[in-house]
């Protein structure tokens, strides 16, 4: 009994050291939504610009290793039914269409709608890396010492259950080698990469990440996106999210998205819903709505 109390508090302090200091990689993978139950997640928006009021329904289709596929449907009225649709973009590959696209609200609206809707970073690193700026993944950044000791740790307390504290790798015998122990099981799972700061903005502290042009800020507890930044020498362009909400019981989006530049607020979307399962229901819009543009459409921007 003894053991199982002390493997599920490892897990559990294991998890907790993981989660503790942000990585890039881990800020991008929008942590604080849960795993998708399937592979096709599809969110409604209302877009407000000026005038001008429109709706859309996004669909990331994810069931193709390493492909995300995008079906993005404008709609004239908030009921969004088949007669209503005015618009109807598929882009096959996602990634490669940002990595060809030349505007850079389009990279950066597109990118950041795929983190926060599949929980995806891949999007955001085409971005990044256009820009001249290559993520530090995990795997580098990790203490691989402090690794080895927590799974030599967890290995003694699956099967060594009816045994007693002797032969713990976190309890050796010679006191110098058991003070490097303890040394090591307190010290950071990873390396504190450069690009990551904890800054405060009011009353609140937020992490900051800094990737020369692009700049983004994320809760510190929850690790939500707050704000990006993309700054280069013609223009400013800023995307801000605010009241995240879990539109189906399990995942969340924010509620308000707002995109803007230099001169100001250029467009407003409100999240409607959120859907996550694992069918596919295009060919009949394919086939009976409006003319089908095809994945050699140049990738067209909201606004």
Do not use: H
């Amino acid at each position: 009994m003894k053991k199982q109390y002390l493997l599920l508090t490892f897990l559990l302090a294991f998890q907790s050291v993981l989660a503790a200091i942000p990585t890039e990689e881990g800020l991008l993978q929008n942590l604080n939504n849960q795993a998708l139950t399937g592979n096709v997640v599809t969110v409604k928006m209302a877009l407000k610009q000026e005038n001008r009021n429109e709706y859309l329904k996004f669909i990331f289709l994810l069931d193709r290793p390493n492909i995300i596929s995008l079906v993005q449907i404008t709609y004239g009225d908030s009921q969004m039914q088949s007669t209503q649709i005015r618009d109807i973009k598929v882009i096959q590959d996602l990634n490669s269409k940002l990595a060809q696209e030349k505007l850079p609200e389009r990279n950066l609206f597109y990118g950041t709608l795929l983190m926060l809707a599949t929980n995806k970073p891949s999007g955001v690193e085409v971005f990044l890396k256009k820009n001249g700026v290559e993520i530090t993944k995990n795997k580098s950044l990790m203490n691989e010492e402090k690794m080895k000791l927590l799974r030599s740790y967890k290995t003694y307390l699956t099967q060594n259950k009816s045994k007693g504290e002797a032969d713990s790798p976190l309890a050796p015998t010679d006191p110098e080698e058991k003070n490097k122990v303890i040394s090591l099981f307190k010290s950071n799972t990873y390396t504190q990469t450069k690009n990551i700061e904890l800054v405060k903005d009011g009353s609140d502290f937020l992490w900051k990440a800094d990737w020369k042009s692009v700049q983004a800020l994320f809760s510190n507890e929850e690790r939500r996106l707050k704000k990006i930044t993309y700054k280069n020498l013609d223009n400013e362009y800023t995307i801000e999210t605010r009241d995240y909400t879990s539109f189906n019981g399990l995942n969340e989006l924010p509620k308000y998205i707002e995109i803007s530049n230099e001169k100001g607020a250029v467009a407003s979307f409100q999240v409607i819903s959120e859907e996550v399962n694992s069918k596919r229901d295009l060919e009949d819009i394919k086939k009976k709505i409006v003319p089908f543009k095809d994945s050699q459409a140049v990738l067209s921007f909201l606004y």
